[in-house]
T-cell receptor, first 116, second 114 residues
Framework: SQTIHQWPATLVQPVGSPLSLECTVE??????LYWYRQAAGRGLQLLFY??????ISSEVPQNLSASRPQDRQFILSSKKLLLSDSGFYLC???????????????FGPGTRLTVL | AQSVTQPDIHITVSEGASLELRCNYS??????LFWYVQSPGQGLQLLLK??????LVQGIKGFEAEFKRSQSSFNLRKPSVHWSDAAEYFC????????????FGTGTQLKVEL
């Protein structure tokens, strides 16, 4: 079966510090991978998605970047955190789909980031 | 572009009472629809999904949802709520543009009174 991991579970960082959040998936190959941010009362905002190694699509211009150095590893980064980067970050995966296909996304446990 | 509206931000029901959470979508073609549940501090768990076929979809934990094309709705229902159902519920629709993206509603927070 497939499993998705995220770490760390919680993180408190000062403004201006760097950020690296990691997501890994087990039990599947060539998954689509996604990073979401969830702010209180605002639902889920898709930040980045990737359909393959080194292929990153950004949905919202912002202070963050994403990378996919390996097939089942997805990293969310920032060089200098802002207060507005605080939130709950969720990673998700889905099976690879051609073209315009739609399928279930499966979510990790999330990382709570607080920027002070 | 597609969108999802969950008009109820908060809902409170008594344990044992029936539940209906509303979801309306905007989408040009046949939609792919999902309901997810999120417990506090946790990730999202899939409750059920509709891709095609029977418009009444059964999910986990005793939930069901009905797709009504004429009303652009995909409401979630449960005949008898348990205290453990207290959580936040998100409706989502498959988005266009490739990449298997989903567009989520802003969620409905369910409180269950004992």
């Amino acid at each position: 079966s497939q499993t998705i991991h995220q770490w760390p579970a919680t993180l408190v960082q000062p403004v201006g510090s760097p950020l690296s959040l990691e997501c890994t998936v087990e039990g599947t190959s060539n998954p689509n991978l996604y990073w979401y941010r969830q702010a209180a009362g605002r639902g889920l905002q898709l930040l980045f998605y990737s359909v393959g190694i080194g292929q990153i699509s950004s949905e919202v211009p912002q202070n963050l970047s994403a990378s996919r150095p390996q097939d089942r590893q997805f990293i969310l980064s920032s060089k200098k955190l802002l207060l507005s980067d605080s939130g709950f970050y969720l990673c998700a995966w889905s099976r690879p789909l051609p073209g315009q296909g739609t399928d279930t996304q499966y979510f990790g446990p999330g990382t709570r980031l607080t920027v002070l | 572009a597609q969108s999802v509206t969950q008009p109820d931000i908060h809902i409170t029901v008594s344990e044992g009472a029936s539940l209906e959470l509303r979801c309306n979508y905007s989408y040009g073609a046949t939609p792919y629809l999902f309901w997810y549940v999120q417990s506090p501090g946790q990730g999202l768990q899939l409750l059920l999904k509709y891709f095609s076929g029977d418009t009444l979809v059964q999910g986990i934990k005793g939930f069901e949802a009905e797709f009504k094309r004429s009303q652009s709705s995909f409401n979630l229902r449960k005949p008898s709520v348990h205290w453990s159902d207290a959580a936040e519920y998100f409706c989502a629709v498959g988005a266009t543009g490739g990449g298997n993206k989903l567009t989520f509603g802003t969620g409905t927070q369910l409180k269950v009174e004992l």
